[in-house]
């Protein structure tokens, strides 16, 4: 699977949305993006996932630059709960989607109250 | 409720000890998962599963061992060939399709501390 590059923590108040970046510039054609997040002492969580098209779902959108090499999750409005490390992944649409994901560091997300 | 259930939460181990994590789902999943966790790291996986009695190594499969009788549970030994086995461990879950897109259910994991 092609690599990702997250930052290491972002930081924003509660209430306020929130951008998260993802660069994937290795993307390949038939890579899906994911995103996947893990709250405190939890496993992760499926969040949101995209090929060309900027999604929407009752989480967060993702928006996915028009050559695919970079996309950004967006929380509209950010809580308490929300405070995770958030992992970008790319899957290779081919994979069957029956193997393992390929995990990152990720960006871990503090929210202000 | 569906879920993925992993027990126990906290185990301890004597160094040298071979151990088992239980991971149960009743999603009705082919696929099954096994992953590790370092702090401050990401997931790595060790092994997965596509189907009753079959499966396959991760990246990081040495130290330990899995198997896949049923559906529904898919237990992880970890030996004592691992040489750091002191992790949290996830158990997770798929549908398998025809696409890459299968979100994966993860359970509540294990937390292994090798004294």
């Known amino acids: 699977d092609a690599k990702t590059t997250q930052p290491n923590s972002m930081e924003s108040n509660e209430e306020e949305p929130v951008h998260l970046p993802c660069n994937h510039s290795?993307?390949?054609?038939?890579?899906?993006i994911h995103w996947y997040r893990q709250l405190p002492s939890q496993g992760p969580e499926y969040v949101i996932h995209?090929?060309?098209s900027n999604v929407n779902n009752r989480m967060a959108s993702l928006a996915i630059a028009e050559d695919r090499k970079s996309s950004t999750l967006i929380l509209h409005r950010a809580t308490l709960r929300d405070a995770a490390v958030y992992y970008c992944?790319?899957?290779?649409?081919?994979?069957?989607?029956?193997?393992?994901?390929?995990f990152g560091k990720g960006t871990h997300l503090i929210i202000q109250p | 409720d569906g879920g993925i259930t992993q027990s126990p939460k906290y185990l301890f181990r004597k160094e040298g000890q071979n151990v088992t994590l239980s991971c149960e789902q009743n999603?009705?999943?082919?696929?099954m998962y096994w992953y590790r966790q370092d702090p401050g790291q990401g997931l790595r996986l060790i092994y997965y599963?596509?189907?009753?009695?079959?499966?396959q190594k991760g990246d990081i499969a040495e130290g330990y061992s899995v198997s896949r009788e049923k559906k529904e549970s898919f237990p992880l030994t970890v030996t004592s060939a691992q040489k750091n086995p002191t992790a949290f461990y996830l158990c997770?879950?798929?549908?398998?399709?025809?696409?890459?897109?299968?979100?994966?259910?993860f359970g509540p994991g294990t937390r292994l501390t090798v004294l």
């Open positions: 997770a879950s798929s549908i398998v399709g025809t696409k890459s897109y299968n979100e994966q259910f």
């Open positions: 290795t993307i390949s054609g038939t890579d899906y």
């Open positions: 995209g090929l060309t």
């Open positions: 992944i790319l899957r290779d649409e081919s994979g069957g989607g029956a193997d393992g994901l390929t």
């Open positions: 999603l009705n999943h082919d696929a």
């Open positions: 599963s596509q189907i009753v009695n079959d499966f």
